[in-house]
């Protein structure tokens, strides 16, 4: 493993954590001035088989939120900023539905699940289009998994967060 395979993957980590600390603040905002209920889910409430297609989590504004903040990092830092930005909002849904066929409601934790979608999935189609060597996509994911709980947990102390993990 070289130099740039590193900076690559923690270049792409970060990129792809504040998208993703981008949903932790946008529920805390929702919170904090009582707007939980301007926020429709993503499955506008449809069943799949008897459970929520996704739950309550995935929502229109973390979708726009996400694909805002895909865009600044375009802007300023990354030619696939936008693409970040979708791959972790629907990196999430897709843990969203995963969950919900294992019959764990939302905010129920399930491994690698809640700490690995998004990268996992963005982090697959942005190798797939050329922009991410295969060690560095595999290497992102370990970072993410290493500090992501830590990230978690200093959000639930500031109250960002409403759960550990």
């Not at 700490?115 to 295969?134: P, Q």
């Amino acid at each position: 493993m070289n130099y740039f395979t590193v900076i690559e993957a923690v270049r792409f980590a970060i990129l792809c954590g504040l998208v993703n600390m981008s949903h932790n603040f946008l529920g805390a905002f929702k919170k904090l001035y009582h707007l939980e209920n301007f926020d429709p889910p993503f499955d506008l409430g449809l069943n799949f088989f008897g459970q929520r297609l996704f739950g309550k989590s995935a929502t229109w504004w973390g979708l726009v939120v996400s694909l805002l903040v895909g865009a600044v990092i375009q802007i300023f830092y990354s030619p696939v900023g936008i693409i970040i930005g979708f791959g972790c909002f629907f990196g999430h849904v897709l843990g969203s539905f995963i969950k919900r066929r294992f019959h764990i409601q939302d905010g129920g934790y399930l491994p690698l699940v809640d700490h690995g979608n998004y990268i996992i999935f963005t982090g697959a189609i942005v190798f797939f289009l050329g922009y991410l060597s295969l060690a560095s996509y595999l290497l992102s994911i370990l970072l993410i998994l290493a500090i992501h709980p830590i990230f978690c947990f200093v959000g639930y102390k500031l109250g960002i967060r409403d759960r550990k993990l």
